[in-house]
Structures are given as C-alpha cells and as structure tokens.
C-alpha cells in the first residue's frame, strides 16, 4: 500500500485541480493542446492513488479490467472517423450510465452484507472489509438512509442516461429511424413511470429489499428509452448535451454514495459542463430546454409559417465556377448535410483553390449546424481547414452583406430567412445565418425538401439564390475540377 | 440557327453587337455565328479573332440579312435594313418605339420580329440582359474621364512641396445607373463629390459609393420615383426648390455630371444659365441627357464647347461608343443572354415564349403585329422594398436608460429569488442530514460553480473536444468500482469487473480521441 490516506487526498486535491485546468484550457486551440495532458495527469494520478490507497484488493482482476477496457478504448478512438463523434461521445456517454447503475447496486448489495454481518456479530477485525465496507460498517440509521437515497439518485440517472444514450446512439449513427416517436400515452407515460420510480424509491428507503432498486432500474431505463426517442434529429445537438450533463450528475451522486470528495466534484464539472452546452444550444435554436425534451420539431404538422410563392432557380456547376472566380469574398456555411456526403475534405481543397487565387475564404458556423455543439469545427479541423478562417455566427452575421459569394452546403433551418421575417413560423426568433444578404447566394442541396424542422425556406426562392443540386460531396468536386 | 452580326451603318458608332468571347457563348447553345467583315474592327476586334472564336465572316451586311435567322446589332436598324428583313426573321437592337414607331410598323407588316434591348423590364431576372444600364454605367464612367481630360486640375487634393491642391468638387445631378458609376469613377480619382436625385431612397447607394448626398427640405408626401424606379415629373414647387439648392452649390462645383431623365420625355432643366454664369472659369459640365435637349440648356448635341465666362460644356451623346471595345464586350454579353433565354433547351433551336415577361416585354414586333407597349403588370417596385425594410426608431437616451434600469431590477429580482431558494432548500436539508452529508455537499456546490465558472470561456468552436474531454474525465466513475472490487460477494466482484472495465474505455477512449482531434487544429 503505497497511497496512506492523507497522500490519497492530497492525490485526489491535485487531480481535481488538473481537471479543472484541462477544461479550463478549452478556451482556444493552443492552450487546448497542453491542457488535455493535465487532463491526463489527472486521471493517472487519481486512479494509482485509489489502486495504489487503502482498502483496495484484488488487483490482479482490477488490472485485467483497466487493460481490457484501455485496450477497447485505444481501438475505439483510433479508428472512430470525425464524422461519427456525435455517436461516440454517446456511446461514452452510456458507459457512464451504465458502470453508475452497477456501482449503486454493489453498494446496496455491501450494504446488505455488511448489515448482516454486523447483525451476526462479527467483529470489524474478522470482517475482512474493503474501503468501502469498513466505511459502510460506521455509518449509523440516519446515515444509511441518507445512502440509500444517494444510491437511488445515482442508479436512477444512471439508468435514465444509460438507456437514453444508447437511443440518441442509435439515432445518430442511423440504427434507429430519426424521427420523434412516443408510445400512446407520451410524456403521461414518462411522468407515471416517474411516479412508480418515487413509489419504489420510498419503498426501498423503508428498506423493502433489493428487488424494488432493481425494478427501479428497469423502468427508468425506460423513461431514458421513451424521452430520447421523442425527441427528432435536429434537436440532437440539445439532447447529446444534456446527457453529457446527465452522466455528471450520475458520477456526482455516486460520489455522495461512497463519500468520495473527488467523484464528487469531477461529476459537478462534468454535470455543469453539460449544462450549459445544453443552454448554449437550446439559445441557437430560440427554444427553451423544456420544449426541446418534450418533442422535437419532426414530427409536427406545419402550423404556422405563410406560403412562398416563386421558383426556384437551379443553377450548373459552370456557372457557380464564373461566379467564384468573380467574387473576392466568399463565405461557406455547413451544415449536417456536409457530414452526411462526407465533403469536407473537398470543401477544403475547394477554400485552398480559392484563397490561393487570392480570394478571402471564411465559414459561418451555426452554434447548431451538426449533431452535437461544435461538430462543425471538428470535421473542417480534420480536413485541415485553418482555424482562424472558422467564425461563430456572431462573428460573421454583420459581414454578410460585404460577401459576393455564400455556399450553403447540407443546410436549411440554420439559414432560413423566416426566422427572422415571419412571426408565425414554428423557428421564429430563432438566430439564423444572415446569408441573404450577400450577392449571391449558392445553396449546394440534394433535392428540393425541407429541412428537419420541416419548413419551407424562402431564402430558396429570393432572386439572388441560386439552387446547386446534387450530393454535396460530388457537387464540390465538379466545382473543383472546373476552378 | 443561324446568328448574325452586321456593321454599324452609323459612322458615329464603334460598338459591335459580337464579341469573340460571347461568340463562343452563342455557340454553346448551339448557335451558328455569321458576321459582316470589319464589323469589330473599331471596337479593336479584328476579324481574325472572330475566325478563331469559330464565326463565319462574310462580306456584305446583305450576305448576312440573307442567311441569318436572328440579327444583332447595336444602334436602331435604319429604313434600309428594316427593308432588307424578311419575314420570320429576328432583329435585337436599340430601337426605342417611341420615337421610331413608322419603322416598327414596317417591320411588323413585313412579318419580322423586332426586339428593343431597351425594352426590357427592370427586374432583377432581367439584369443580365439590361443594355441600357450596362451601357449606363459605361457613359457615367466616361463622363467623369471625359471632364477630367477637360479640367485643367488634379481631380484629388495633394499637399507637395510646390504648393497646396484642392480636391475637385463634383456634383452630379441624378443618381441612376450612369449617375452612381459616375460616383464611383469621381471618387475614385480622389474627387469630393456631391449628388442629387429627386428619390431619396438613392441616398443609401450615393452613401455608400462615398458620395454626399444633397437632402432637399422639402415636404411632400409623394416621392420621385415612378414605375420601375425610374424618375418621374416633380411639381414645380419642388423644381423650384431644386433649383435653388443647384444655385446655392454652383460658385464652388468645379465640374458637374448631369444624368436626369425621364421615360419618354425632354429631358427636364436643372442647370440653368445663371448658374453656368455662376460657375468659376474652367470648370466643367458633362450633359448626359443631350440627347432629350439636356439638363442644361446651353448644352449643344454631339458638340463640346466653352461658354463666354470660360466653362466647358461638353454634350456628347456617344459615351460607350468612345470606348467601344469595353461597351461591346458587355452588349455582346447582354444580347448572349437574350440568345440563352430565347433557347432554353441550348439545343439552337428558338423558342419565342411570348408568356415569358423578359421576351414578351422586350419585343414589340411579332408575327405581323406591333407588339408594343407591354401590357402593364404589378411590379413590386425597388421601393416599396426599401421602405419596409426602414429601421425601427431609435429610442431616445431617457428610454434607453429606463429600459437597462428595468431589466436590472429584473435581474436582480430573479437572481435573489433563486438565492433564497437555494438558502432555503440547503437549510432543509441541513435540519435533517448528518454532517458528513453536509460537507460533501459544500464540496459539491463549489464544484458547480467552478464549473459553471470555467466552461462559459470554453471556445465554441472547442465544444466537441469539451464533450469528447468530460467523457473522458466522467470516467473517474471508476474510483468508485475500484473501491468495490474486494468484497467478498462474488456478485459485487463481477459488477465491479464490468464497470471498471467500462469505464476505462471511457477514460483511455476519451483522453485519446480529444487528442486526435485537437492536433487537428491548425492556424493559418
């Protein structure tokens, strides 16, 4: 035993601070580069201080776990493509429910145990108890409640973060159909099997046996299940974030169980993390957090929103060539349709023909183009698209009408004028990409459908739009052939 | 189909109808191009050139008449040309039906189709195929060189060691197309210029070329602007009004453009002599409307001259054919684009779709009829555009401030309710959970905070990395399974087994992939 407990602490003080840094680093490139070692750091340290602590044993199955699942996780993240993120970090975020659900149900099956053999009388000495026993075997009436409780939280948002990952996984890597669907009964159904949970929960406390934790188990998988599978496509950056958010919290209440300070604040950060990518993302759609769980856009009849009158004018890949060469300044805005062809790399090679024919190339990035906050980003870093030439829509909105050439590859409502025009429509005070106010505008599109909240899009229809049908991926390779 | 090009039988025009280039255009939409030898020669295109751009050159404009089944050219056809059209054949020109309607109705009997490129609509569909505003631009541009060549000083303001110049002062009367090109080319060689126009929606386009504009204090409810934006008659009050803001500017312009006219009109009197009297000796007045009569009397047609107290007043009326080789490229482009719409298959074959606004409006002979004028439509005109998309009012400093006040109580209303919340539940709990509980939790509430503290810097464009990272460290999840694997239960081993494993497939799988991604952010 190398780690005493105070050299533990002191390990677990240090690697909290580590993460704290290496998110805290996230703020530009650079730093990002160094503090995702910190990150590290952090995890290694914590992890030999527990090995290496008190009350640990069995290390040869513990070593063999950790290979395994390192081994897993080198495979994984070697071979995962950028497009595919959105359902990594789910996957990820599923493990984190799902190791959550089997930590509480051990420590209620130590609790049990231990309370049976202090029943028997044996003494602490003869017990033979790990750390986490020998802390069980302290704890008086009021404080094996109050476990309990913590426990209960930990499996349920565990289990609700498990189930519902593996749907958004599903959803995202096109397993499971995108559209919204619900169970007759829909969010009633949620809200009865939430009561059942707090049923069983109060059962449990009054120590009813294991069998209600379990089934609680059970039905808030269902709730993560049914709640993530009403929920549409385009909502996905939301609800990604939110189950990041979720799967803090898990870890945090875990840590309450087994009173581990450093869970508990590693979970906390993540927790809040995920919070706020989830404010972040439901402001770029204007909606709020509530009505984004309560069902997406996709399956909604259009209500509101007026009729658009007008054609719209395709136009030829020799045509958008005259149009580029022309133009000094151009502006390429993505969305999930460019992950969809996989065209970012000949978008890429299309800004580096571009700029070394000396014209200014930037892209406008939607805080919700993609499937998950950010996605855009990653996938133009991976083709090597200069940082810097990348610009959040604030940073963009006001230069529009300075811009000859917009290209809109792969999206709709992200870029849809009515947001801004039309009070009735359903994305009404939604911010939006100002990319009409450019000279040309340039939408490179698959056919004439809507986007995923189903409505029409007029910038299609204004005079200086001009309509490049074809997937994205070969369209910009034509262009790239006549540039 | 055979496209055809003859010379320009006006000795005054240079212009060319075919260019090389749009040549080989019209042959992409399957097109045969026939030119009468010499035609480009003025216009600095040799007929070489053409051969080479695949045109069949022939020696007579008779030759060409003969074979073509569209012809092309610049100015209005004369009596003999219009003799020499037979029936199904097509002519695109300048023809301006107003002033020349004994000719179109020759031309109608004889069954020809007549097309005016200057009766095409003003809407923006059209604009690829507007002649008179390519042309516009043109004699704008010129204009300004045209009075700079007369101007006996710098256009731009210097400081030298020989002594201070001033800028040039240039007023240009009339803000169309010519009127914003002459704009921009006076500003451009270091000119201050000013500008008038009787519709003040132009003021924004004059802003922004970098011009001042002239606001008339004048109240009345009806603007300038008359259909397809054009200018329209103002009352004489208004003109009088008018005149009196030129009168005030004219001792201190140094040269002035006008470009007023009005549909189908003389052109209306905006400089009148007293203010040429008024005018320094050297300066300079460019009429561009000399051909309706001009702005300024005094203007001769086709003709420069210096007034008695020494102003020049030039009254040419061949702008674009003075730079016939830039004003042919983009007529010959202009009536490339009338080719294309008039064969929407690119397969040479014409199709004359008299429901198409463009084609209908444009022609004004077909099938033995006079087709002119268009029958009328709604047009949503560029100004009703404008005057929707006027900005709200500002709101005055008082406002302002009541409204940041407002919001600050509102702020500080909903932060201290959510305070005393929190106080309030925290305190619940402390009543009954045991202490231990207690200081977990002050650590957990500072851990939210931290964390709320330092994601909001978090770059947006870093968000997946920040997810791909919490995953990572959300593995710490582990500790816990660590802890558990020593228990003596055999069913706690194996779970522990499971969520270690786990979990360190988040923790290695995370860490790893945020790093794959991160070293693919690169600067420029």
Redo the contacts between chains.
Sequence with gaps: MFFEEGLQAAAYIIA?IL??L???G????ET??RS?WY??AG?AL??AA??FGP????IL??L???A???G???Y???Q?Q?TE?PQ??AA??S??G???V??G???E??LG?VLAMKEAGTSLAEA??????ETLWHK?A??IT?LRVESFLGIFIGAVTFTGSIVAFGKLSGKMDGKPSQLPGGHLLNAAAAALCIVLGILYFGGAGIWTILLMALVAGFIGYHLINGIGGADMPVV??ML?SY??W???A?????????????????????A??SY?MCKGMNRSFVSVILGGFGGQQQSGGQEIEGEQSPIQADEVTELLEEADSVVIAPGYGMAVAQAQQAVSELTQKLRSKGKTVRFA?H?VAGR????M??LL??A?V?????L?LEEINDDFSETDVVIIIGANDIVNPSAQEDPNSPIAGMPVLHVWEARHVIVSKRGQGTGYSGIENPLFFR??TRMYYGDAKESVNALLQKL | MKFGVVKESQDSEARVALTPASAQQIQKLGHECLMEAGAGMRADFTDDAYREAGVEIVDTADAVFEQADVIAKVRPPTETEVEKLREGQTLISFFYPAENEALMKKAADKGATLMAMDMVPRI??AQKLDALSSMANIAGYRAVIEAANNFGRFMTGQVTAAGKVPPAQVLVVGTGVAGLAAIGAATSLGAVVKAFDVRPETAEQVESMGAEFLFLDFEDSSDGSGEGGYAKPSSPEFREKQLELFRAQAPEIDIVITTALIPNREAPELWTEDMVQAMKPGSVIVDLAAEKGGNCKMTRKDEKFVTENGVTIIGYTDFPSRMAKQSSSLYATNIRHMLADLTPEKDGKLDHDMEDRVIRDSTIAHGGEVTWPPPKREDPSPKQTQKKSEKPKEKTAEEKRQEEFDAFKRETRQQVGLLALGAIVMLAIGTV??P??MS?LI??AL??F???Q????????????????????????????????????W???I??????????????????????????????
Excluded at chain 1, 386 to 390: A, E, G
Aim: hydrophobic share 60%; charged share 5%; with cysteine.
């Design positions: 909290a993460f704290i290496s998110l805290g996230l703020k530009d490139q990002a580069k995702i990150g590290i995890m914590a992890v527990t090995v009350g640990v044993q069995n199955v513990l063999v776990a950790i395994i699942g390192a897993l996780g080198i994984i993240a070697g995962v950028m993120m990594l970090v990820l975020h493990f984190v799902l190791a959550a089997l930590i149900l051990n420590a099956l130590m145990s033979d108890l790990t750390g986490f026993g008086n009021a404080e109050i990604v974030s990041n799967s803090g898990a870890a945090a875990i840590g309450f169980t087994l009173s581990n300070d450093l869970l508990i604040v590693t979970g906390a950060l993540v927790g809040s993390s995920g706020i990518l972040i990035i805080p998950m906050p950010g996605h980003n990653v870093a991976e090597k200069p940082y810097d030439l990348v959040e005079e200086n | 923006s569909r959970a045991p231990s509980l977990h650590v957990f851990a939210c931290v964390g709320f330092v994601i909001w810097g978090v770059a947006h464009s870093l968000h997946t990395p920040l997810m791909a990272v919490t995953n990572a460290v959300s593995g710490i999840i582990i500790l816990g399974a660590l802890l558990q694997v020593g228990a003596g239960n069913l706690v081993v779970l522990s087994f499971v969520a270690i494993a786990i979990a360190s497939i988040n923790i290695v799988g995370g860490f790893l992939v945020t790093r794959r991604m991160l070293s693919m952010f690169v600067k420029s």
